[in-house]
């Protein structure tokens, strides 16, 4: 079976601070995609990125990186600089390769003071 | 561009009574995609639907829901008899094939229903 979690319920943090979001995945297959998306207050599901499981380069856009390491089971999302636009529900998501079911993790809900 | 559009936002409804909500994927996008997600939640897979033939259905997805996509664009998922458990938001995704493994998944909105 496969399962995502996202163990922060909730992160709270003043403009300006660096802020990574953690997520932990289970799964037997050996190709694989994660995902992050963003859910601010609107409800729609943004999204941030796709990898797959056989490119463990971590990537930045921004000031937005991810760090995937398959040795810990973990694709885990940074924020730099936060600004209070970065308040939302994030949520990591795995799906197996050829597959059509996102799994989701429970999210992180993030705020950002000012 | 215009994204994936879900109609309507809100739905309040008395329980027992049906419910109907509409999907329209982004245009040339040929996967759809139904899931639920209630409060503090991740979203969860209900149904996806290639073209016009729903190929997946969870188990979440009881003989009271249906799910169509009747001309390979736009989607109803319906509702019957309502329960007081199927308050959610029902969120709908499109995605292309053809350009390679498991493209994103782009999500509308969202219907959030509310059974009184």
């Known amino acids: 079976a496969q399962k995502v979690t996202q163990a922060q319920t909730e992160i709270s943090v003043v403009e300006k601070e660096d802020v990574t979001l953690d997520c932990v995945y289970e799964?037997?297959?050996?190709?694989?995609?994660l995902f992050w998306y963003k859910q601010p207050p609107s409800g729609e599901l943004v999204f941030l990125i796709r990898?797959?499981?056989?490119?463990?380069q971590n990537e930045i856009s921004g000031r937005y990186s991810w760090n995937f390491q398959k040795s810990t089971s973990s694709f885990n999302f940074t924020i730099t600089a936060s600004q209070v636009v970065d308040s939302a529900v994030y949520f990591c998501a795995l799906i197996s390769a050829g597959a059509q079911k996102l799994v989701f993790g429970q999210g992180t809900r993030l705020t950002i003071n000012p | 561009d215009t994204g994936v559009s879900q109609d309507p936002r809100h739905k309040i409804t008395k329980r027992g009574q049906n419910v109907t909500f509409r999907c329209d994927p982004i245009s040339e996008h040929n996967r759809l995609y139904w899931y639920r997600q209630t409060l503090g939640q991740g979203p969860e897979f209900l149904t996806y639907?290639?073209?016009?033939?729903?190929?997946?259905k969870s188990r979440l997805l009881s003989d009271r829901f249906s799910a169509e996509r009747p001309k390979g664009s736009f989607s109803t998922l319906e509702i019957q008899r309502t329960e007081q458990g199927d308050s959610a938001m029902y969120l709908c995704?499109?995605?292309?094939?053809?350009?390679?493994?498991?493209?994103?998944?782009?999500f509308g909105d969202g219907t959030r229903l509310s059974i009184l």
């Open positions: 995704a499109s995605s292309l094939t053809g350009q390679g493994l498991n493209q994103p998944q782009h």
């Open positions: 639907f290639q073209n016009e033939a729903q190929l997946e």
């Open positions: 799964t037997r297959d050996t190709t694989y995609y």
């Open positions: 990898r797959n499981s056989f490119d463990e």
